[in-house]
């Protein structure tokens, strides 16, 4: 069974980071392109950034660019997203996802999501 679990999520203040986690199992990380999305109430969900199976390449959403940073490690069956200089629009929850080539930013292109883990930032 393919499990994706989100951690690391929680209440800040603008200004402040946050690392988000998201371990992987039933799989192995190495054979996936990984994302993580998030969705604002009553918004679409949208990407935010993805990293290709060897983390080699990464991508991100114009509005993340320069703030936020994913990596992965493949032997902790782990993908990371390192969130700095958060504001307030950030607020959502965040998944994480399995999958994602070759569209990385697309996330009909992925296969398997997590739950979700709740980024709120107060200004």
């Known amino acids: 069974q393919v499990q994706l679990v989100e951690s690391g999520g929680g209440l800040v203040q603008a200004g402040d980071s946050l690392r988000l986690s998201c371990t992987l199992s039933?799989?192995?990380?190495?054979?996936?392109?990984m994302g993580w999305f998030r969705q604002a109430e009553g918004k679409e969900r949208e990407s935010v950034a993805a990293?290709?199976?060897?983390?080699?390449?990464?991508y991100y959403a114009d509005s993340v660019k320069g703030r936020f940073t994913i990596s992965r490690d493949n032997a902790k069956n782990t993908v990371y997203l390192q969130m700095n200089s958060l504001k307030s629009e950030d607020t959502a929850v965040y998944y994480c996802a399995a999958g994602g080539w070759p569209t990385p930013l697309n996330p009909s292109a992925y296969l398997y999501w997590g739950q979700g883990t709740q980024v709120t930032v107060s200004s």
């Open positions: 039933g799989r192995t990380l190495s054979s996936y392109g």
């Open positions: 990293i290709d199976r060897s983390g080699e390449r990464t």
